[in-house]
């Protein structure tokens, strides 16, 4: 399992689902868009804190980031 990859896919999966653009996610949990960008491209590992931060903003539990399909 590569979790940076399953975090990002994840990430995209779940915000695509609410219909927020990247822009609009970043906005909403206080992060950068070219950070949520690089989060779903895989380029860019992501603090305990900024993990808490967007399943807070896609209003799920933590868990669910880090699961493999």
């Known amino acids: 399992m590569d979790i940076i ?19 609009a996610f970043a906005d909403k949990c206080g992060l950068h868009r ?14 305990l804190e900024n993990v808490q931060r967007i399943a807070d903003a896609l209003d799920i539990e933590t868990y669910k980031l880090f699961m493999e399909e």
């Open 34 to 47: 070219t950070y949520i960008s690089a989060i779903e491209c895989y380029r860019r590992s992501i603090s």
């Open 5 to 23: 990859k399953v975090f990002g896919s994840n990430l995209r999966k779940y915000r695509t689902e609410q219909g927020i653009s990247q822009e």
